[in-house]
């Protein structure tokens, strides 16, 4: 699996992105996707997540009825559209990636150790 984030990029509040994740590796090999994101001087924390297999997806409380993970299997690509954006959403977002479902560590989706692979990040910045 390897993870290549795309759409990041300056937007006024109010405003709207959407983000790629895209997987150029083997198709099959990752089936838990999540979005984290890290500002200057915080701690990386988890926007959203989902299974490519189906189930509600899991959504920081920040960003619910804000932000919506979805997924173009086709495309091998997870996505993040974000709307209403704020200046407190600015950071470098990450795609992060799993084989296994958190649940069948016992973990949680918002955990980064429920994860495996993790792509390079894609800059947001909302002024």
């Known amino acids: 699996v390897q993870l290549v984030e795309s759409g990041g990029g300056s937007v006024q509040a109010g405003g709207s992105l959407t983000l790629s994740c895209l997987n150029s590796?083997?198709?099959?090999?990752?089936?838990?996707v999540g979005w984290f994101r890290q500002a200057p001087g915080k701690e990386r924390e988890a926007v959203a997540g989902m299974s490519l297999g189906g189930g509600s997806p899991y959504y920081n409380d920040s960003v619910k009825d804000r932000f919506t993970i979805s997924q173009d299997s086709a495309k091998n690509t997870v996505y993040l559209k974000m709307d209403r954006l704020n200046p407190e959403d600015s950071a470098m977002y990450y795609c992060?990636?799993?084989?296994?479902?958190?649940?069948?560590?016992?973990?949680?989706?918002?955990?980064?150790?429920?994860?495996?692979?993790w792509g390079q990040g894609t800059q947001v910045t909302v002024s």
């Open positions: 590796g083997v198709r099959d090999a990752w089936n838990s």
């Open positions: 992060a990636a799993a084989f296994l479902l958190p649940t069948y560590y016992g973990r949680s989706w918002n955990m980064e150790s429920s994860y495996i692979y």
